[in-house]
């Protein structure tokens, strides 16, 4: 079963500005990690958070985490075209990575 | 550097026959996992290598999916008597696997291209 929920599951807005999903889970992890995938193949990594911190950044991206809510979020600053893909977040517990559903993301030029 | 490969990229086999899947890891990565991704939805694991070892299967459908992994470094994923419904996008990770900063999943995982695999 999937252990992340994704919220929205699809989120369309206008290019430059800010896209925020949302990730719920059920477990305790070590981190949480997200995932953009483009055209249902390869997914790439974007950024992982472990579970002692609660903010982290990596250019346009912020990603928070709250284990108290078990909850995570990525926001994505000043989108572009570009950045239309599938989001996933991933939750890590000792050897295995569990993905959630995924956010279909669509940047409108 | 080279990234994580899979062949084939895609697959069109009739019911009942077995096929392969094959991915090429990252070298020097240890852990290797194997995931489905049916249209639309998110990843299912199946399985998770280190080294040659399969410490964890939990995520195998049935007895027809199997896999193995050899010299640390290449596996293959392979289902029998293929049906319908294993017709799905198979994808392959690799990670540093783990070490210091814990278990596998401590690591980002980098993704093959992933095999479409159609059954008709």
């Known amino acids: 079963s999937q252990q992340g929920e994704e919220d929205p599951q699809a989120l369309s807005i206008q290019e430059g500005e800010n896209a925020t999903m949302n990730c719920s889970y059920k477990t305790s992890i070590n981190n949480l990690q997200w995932y953009r995938q483009n055209s249902g193949r390869g997914l790439v990594h974007l950024i992982l958070?472990?579970?002692?911190?609660r903010e982290k950044h990596s250019g346009r991206l912020r990603v928070t985490l709250d284990t108290s809510k078990k909850s995570s979020s990525l926001l994505i600053t000043a989108s572009r075209a570009a950045d239309t893909a599938s989001y996933f977040c991933a939750t890590g517990w000792n050897e295995k990575l569990t993905f959630g559903t995924g956010t279909r993301l669509t940047i409108i030029p | 550097g080279a990234g994580v490969s899979q062949s084939p990229s895609n697959k069109v086999t009739e019911k009942g026959k077995d096929v392969e899947l094959r991915c090429d890891p990252i070298s020097g990565h240890t852990a290797l996992y194997w995931y489905r991704q049916s249209l639309g939805q998110g990843l299912e694991f199946l399985i998770y290598?280190?080294?040659?070892?399969?410490?964890?299967k939990s995520g195998l459908p049935s007895d027809r999916f199997s896999a193995e992994r050899t010299g640390g470094s290449v596996s293959t994923l392979t289902i029998q008597r293929t049906q319908q419904e294993d017709s799905a996008v198979y994808l392959c990770?690799?990670?540093?696997?783990?070490?210091?900063?814990?278990?596998?999943?401590?690591?980002?995982?980098?993704f093959g291209p992933g095999t479409r695999l159609t059954v008709t």
């Open positions: 990770a690799s990670s540093l696997g783990g070490g210091p900063r814990g278990g596998a999943s401590s690591y980002e995982q980098y």
């Open positions: 958070i472990r579970s002692n911190e």
């Open positions: 290598f280190q080294g040659n070892s399969a410490p964890d």
